[in-house]
C-alpha cells in the first residue's frame, strides 16, 4: 500500500498509471480491514454486544477526522 502511495507521489505517469496504482492500493486497503474487523471480532467480550462494541470502534476511528478539519481551520485562522 505505502508503495503504490509513494510511486503515485514519485512517479509523473499520468491519469493511467495512478489509477492503477489507486487500485493496487485499494486492494491492499481492503485486506488490510478485512483482516483488521475479522481480529476485532475475535477479541471481544461478548458476542451479543458486537454490533455496539464495533459502532462504537467505528466512532472512535471516524470522529477525530470529522472533527479535525474544522477544528483545523479554526485553528489556521486563529494563529496566522
Same mark, same amino acid.
Request: charged share 10%; glycine share 8%; with cysteine.
Given at each position: 500500500?505505502? &508503495?503504490?502511495?509513494?510511486? #503515485? #507521489?514519485?512517479?509523473? @505517469? %499520468? =491519469?493511467? $498509471?495512478?489509477?492503477? =496504482?489507486?487500485? #493496487?492500493? @485499494?486492494? %491492499?486497503?481492503?485486506?488490510? =480491514? &478485512? /483482516?483488521?474487523?475479522?481480529? /476485532?471480532? +475475535?477479541?471481544?467480550? +461478548? &458476542?451479543?454486544? &458486537?454490533?455496539? +462494541? ?5 466512532? $472512535? ?10 477544528? @483545523? @481551520?479554526? =485553528?489556521? +485562522?486563529?494563529?496566522?
Amino acid at each position: 500500500m505505502a &508503495a503504490s502511495c509513494s510511486l #503515485v #507521489v514519485v512517479t509523473d @505517469g %499520468g =491519469l493511467a $498509471a495512478t489509477l492503477v =496504482l489507486l487500485a #493496487v492500493f @485499494g486492494l %491492499g486497503f481492503g485486506c488490510y =480491514l &478485512a /483482516v483488521d474487523f475479522a481480529m /476485532v471480532l +475475535d477479541v471481544l467480550p +461478548d &458476542a451479543s454486544d &458486537a454490533a455496539k +462494541d464495533m459502532a462504537v470502534w467505528s466512532i $472512535a476511528l471516524t470522529l477525530p477526522q470529522m472533527l479535525a478539519t474544522p477544528v @483545523g @481551520g479554526f =485553528l489556521l +485562522d486563529a494563529f496566522q
